[in-house]
């Protein structure tokens, strides 16, 4: 074990240094004590070293609605575990780099070797493809483009450019003649099927260090107990308020899938990428995918995990260039704003292609409101009022506080009050909490009343009767 000194730079400044200030300061469910930083950190140091250290419950829990009011639970831990659950995470980045298996994303660190190891390889792609350069000749670049929303991150830029370059490297891999055919994988409740115990045989052929294991794995056993009836748990990691920790050790537990995916794909001359657990298949025809599909299914299955059926989606080339909207997200990558005549025909795109766009076009139409100026017409404001205030969107976890203050904005004093009213109405029917989170956040930045929002979530959590510490 490390000394004090030593423990401590881990929650340095930098990039490190968010991590601190993500779970004190911007927390769904704010933080009303915020410890002193050093003498925190000497404590929990002292009861890692003294053998004291036990998980706690969550603190509390954030609702999202999965589909079908289906709940998925994110836990908010309290700062101790979270700071347990980061250091064990930073001491093992470095483990995890050794193992990445090539067009796979989303291993990263809060700048760690892994995130510089990306880069080169997307560097290599573009390389390999001069001639799939945009007509103008220049480089293609998705970063300002597309949308990957995380409920909380350390570092929530990392997690957009992340996912920025495994689109680009997509969109110019898909540009080959060679592919014709697409598939795109699901796998089922990923994080709440990881088997802990596999997942620390994995981790001991690594690692000799055992301190690091037991404290991991202590965690990750005991992080929910008072809300499991089987006692110590061996199966599932948290998807928690801050997802940083958890995607590492899932990265890390799908390394040896990904290995055989890999070479699965290179039999039939098809191409593998994964980012997290979303996973594309570029293939020369229909019947290949097929084929690797159904070897994939029983493949995975020795990892105790399995593909969600009704996700498998097989797409022609067309289809999916559709489907992710690439040419559409180029086309406006430098744009900050657009006139009425271009917003209305966005409108348009965006209707007539939802049912076929991913996740119905969510990222297409919250890129139209970004780009939606001061003074725009009815029918993009009445669009984006319609699109918003969806129950389904407002339950998603799309919704952001900057989505209702970018509405609110383009609105005259009459269609704000309506705008309000609205929301409070969908309060008193919406079941996850999240939503109310989000909307006492909103109504506090612009200065309306939160007592009937605070009053519905206690409601909500005594509804769902979840134990928090």
Same mark, same amino acid.
């Given at each position: 074990?490390?000394?004090?000194?030593?423990?401590?730079?881990?929650?340095?400044?930098?990039?490190?240094?968010?991590?601190?200030?993500?779970?004190?300061?911007?927390?769904?469910? $704010?933080?009303?004590?915020?410890?002193?930083?050093?003498?925190?950190? *000497?404590?929990?140091?002292?009861?890692?070293?003294?053998?004291?250290?036990?998980?706690?419950?969550?603190?509390?829990?954030?609702?999202?609605? *999965?589909?079908?009011?289906? @709940?998925?639970?994110?836990?908010?831990?309290?700062? *101790?575990? !979270?700071?347990?659950? =980061?250091?064990?995470?930073?001491?093992?980045?470095?483990?995890?780099?050794?193992?990445?298996?090539?067009?796979?994303?989303?291993?990263?660190?809060?700048?760690?070797?892994?995130?510089?190891?990306?880069?080169?390889?997307?560097?290599?792609?573009?390389?390999?493809?001069?001639?799939?350069?945009?007509?103008?000749?220049?480089?293609?670049?998705?970063?300002?483009?597309?949308?990957?929303?995380?409920?909380?991150?350390?570092?929530?830029?990392?997690?957009?450019?992340?996912?920025?370059?495994?689109?680009?490297?997509?969109?110019?891999?898909?540009?080959?003649?060679?592919?014709?055919?697409?598939?795109?994988?699901?796998?089922?409740?990923?994080?709440?099927?990881?088997? @802990?115990?596999?997942?620390?045989?994995?981790?001991?052929?690594?690692?000799q260090?055992?301190?690091?294991?037991?404290?991991? =794995?202590?965690?990750?056993?005991n992080?929910d107990?008072g809300?499991?009836? !089987?006692?110590v748990?061996?199966?599932?990691? $948290?998807?928690?308020?801050?997802?940083?920790?958890?995607?590492?050790?899932?990265?890390?537990?799908?390394?040896?899938f990904?290995?055989?995916?890999?070479?699965?794909?290179?039999?039939?001359?098809?191409?593998?990428?994964?980012?997290?657990?979303?996973?594309?298949?570029?293939?020369?025809?229909?019947?290949?995918l097929?084929?690797?599909?159904?070897?994939?299914?029983?493949?995975?299955?020795?990892?105790?995990?399995?593909?969600?059926?009704?996700?498998?989606?097989?797409?022609?080339? !067309?289809?999916?260039?559709?489907? =992710?909207?690439?040419?559409?997200?180029?086309?406006?990558?430098?744009?900050?704003?657009e006139?009425?005549?271009?917003?209305?025909?966005?409108?348009?795109?965006?209707?007539?292609?939802?049912?076929t766009?991913?996740?119905?076009?969510?990222?297409?139409?919250?890129?139209?409101?970004?780009?939606?100026?001061?003074?725009?017409?009815?029918?993009?404001?009445?669009?984006?009022?319609?699109?918003?205030?969806?129950?389904?969107?407002?339950?998603?976890?799309?919704?952001?506080?900057?989505?209702?203050?970018?509405?609110?904005?383009?609105?005259?004093?009459?269609?704000?009050?309506?705008?309000?009213a609205?929301?409070?109405?969908? !309060?008193?029917?919406?079941?996850?909490?999240?939503?109310?989170?989000?909307?006492?956040?909103?109504?506090?930045?612009?200065?309306?009343?939160? #007592?009937? @929002?605070?009053?519905?979530?206690?409601?909500?959590? #005594?509804?769902?009767?979840?134990?928090?510490?």
């Amino acid at each position: 074990m490390e000394t004090l000194e030593e423990f401590i730079k881990y929650f340095g400044n930098g990039e490190v240094g968010k991590f601190w200030k993500t779970i004190t300061r911007e927390s769904l469910i $704010p933080i009303t004590n915020i410890p002193d930083k050093k003498n925190f950190l *000497k404590e929990i140091y002292n009861d890692i070293i003294s053998g004291k250290y036990i998980p706690s419950k969550p603190r509390d829990y954030i609702l999202i609605n *999965k589909g079908q009011n289906v @709940i998925r639970l994110l836990p908010v831990f309290n700062v *101790k575990d !979270s700071c347990v659950y =980061f250091y064990c995470t930073k001491k093992i980045e470095a483990l995890i780099y050794g193992n990445r298996v090539p067009n796979t994303f989303g291993g990263w660190r809060l700048g760690g070797v892994i995130r510089s190891s990306e880069r080169e390889e997307l560097d290599r792609v573009v390389a390999n493809l001069q001639s799939y350069e945009m007509p103008d000749g220049s480089t293609i670049s998705l970063d300002e483009s597309f949308e990957y929303a995380m409920p909380a991150s350390f570092n929530p830029l990392a997690w957009r450019e992340n996912w920025s370059e495994f689109m680009r490297a997509l969109y110019v891999n898909s540009r080959a003649d060679v592919y014709q055919y697409v598939a795109e994988l699901d796998i089922a409740n990923f994080y709440d099927n990881i088997n @802990i115990d596999t997942l620390e045989k994995k981790f001991e052929k690594l690692s000799q260090e055992k301190e690091i294991k037991d404290l991991l =794995f202590n965690f990750l056993k005991n992080w929910d107990l008072g809300n499991t009836e !089987s006692g110590v748990g061996n199966k599932g990691i $948290p998807q928690d308020e801050v997802a940083d920790c958890s995607r590492l050790i899932a990265n890390f537990f799908l390394q040896d899938f990904d290995e055989e995916m890999f070479s699965l794909c290179n039999e039939y001359g098809a191409k593998y990428f994964r980012y997290a657990d979303d996973q594309i298949i570029l293939a020369q025809s229909k019947e290949t995918l097929e084929e690797i599909i159904s070897r994939a299914s029983v493949m995975i299955l020795k990892y105790g995990l399995c593909f969600n059926h009704r996700k498998v989606k097989i797409m022609t080339k !067309s289809m999916f260039e559709t489907y =992710f909207s690439f040419e559409w997200f180029i086309d406006r990558k430098d744009l900050k704003t657009e006139d009425t005549d271009s917003l209305n025909r966005d409108i348009r795109y965006y209707k007539g292609n939802k049912k076929t766009l991913r996740n119905r076009g969510i990222s297409v139409m919250l890129r139209i409101l970004s780009l939606t100026p001061a003074g725009a017409d009815n029918i993009s404001i009445e669009f984006l009022k319609k699109e918003i205030l969806n129950t389904t969107f407002l339950t998603s976890p799309k919704l952001d506080v900057w989505q209702l203050t970018k509405l609110y904005g383009l609105l005259n004093a009459d269609d704000k009050s309506v705008l309000v009213a609205g929301l409070r109405e969908k !309060s008193q029917v919406i079941l996850q909490n999240r939503f109310h989170l989000i909307l006492k956040k909103f109504f506090e930045s612009i200065g309306e009343d939160i #007592e009937e @929002i605070d009053s519905r979530i206690g409601v909500l959590n #005594e509804l769902f009767g979840l134990k928090t510490g």
